[in-house]
């Protein structure tokens, strides 16, 4: 899980644990991840926690090596993080927009280009990576470039692993998370769950929480 943080990160790596898979947490700050980690381990569950940030390649790809080494060929890739903010035409200057990217988009294609081609010689594996923005809105240009810019990235790795064994999808999430919402984490984590185990003939490549239409 990369891009562990309290709410859609903490809930996925949990649901993943639950079932007895070895599970690991990668965030960029060392409190988040340690804070996320000690959560699954109060809940008796094993988990292993690095930090990385997704926008440094040779750091990811390090993180991304050391869960393989100590837990074994990696099975499911979830690539959570994103910069979240709300920015109209040009409230946010070129470098700005090229960050928003590096982390919504350009370090979920680092991340599944480095697993995924192992996921493709034993003919199994996922890449799951969270969306949102079901639909244009104007207040978000940054992230929608970013959310948008998934849903192509799924269709790009699909093509290129897909026939492997490898299955590539997104979960997009039309909403604010909270616990006891209509988007709670818990029921979140259910669909990259549901994506992990899917049949290769029942493949989906887009879950949208709560079936809200995309376009």
């Known amino acids: 899980m990369i ?21 690991a947490v990668i965030a960029r700050r060392e409190s988040t991840v340690r804070a996320v980690a000690g959560e699954i381990e109060r809940r008796g569950r094993k988990v292993l ?3 990385a940030d997704s926008t440094d390649e040779v750091g990811l790809k390090a993180a991304l090596d050391t869960v393989a080494a100590e837990s074994g060929p990696i099975d499911a890739l979830v690539y959570n993080a994103a910069w979240i903010r709300s920015d109209g035409p040009g409230e946010l200057d070129a470098r700005g927009q090229l960050d928003a990217y590096a982390v919504n988009v350009v370090g979920a294609l680092t991340a599944a280009v480095h697993v995924a081609p192992g996921m493709a010689e034993r003919g199994r594996g996922s ?7 079901p639909r244009i809105d104007p207040r978000y240009i940054s992230l929608g470039l970013g959310k948008f810019g998934v849903r192509t990235l799924v269709a790009l790795l699909d093509a290129n692993f897909g026939a492997a064994g490898v299955h590539v999808a997104s979960v997009t999430v039309p909403g604010a998370v909270a616990p006891g919402t209509a988007y709670d984490p818990d029921d979140i984590a259910e669909h990259y769950w549901r994506l992990h185990t899917q049949a290769r003939g029942e493949w989906e490549h887009e879950v949208v929480h709560g079936g809200a239409p995309v376009g």
């Open 3 to 23: 891009g562990a943080g309290p709410g859609i990160g903490l809930a996925v790596a949990d649901r993943f644990a639950r079932e007895g898979l070895p599970v």
């Open 49 to 51: 926690a690095l930090t």
């Open 127 to 133: 890449v799951l990576v969270t969306g949102g923005m």
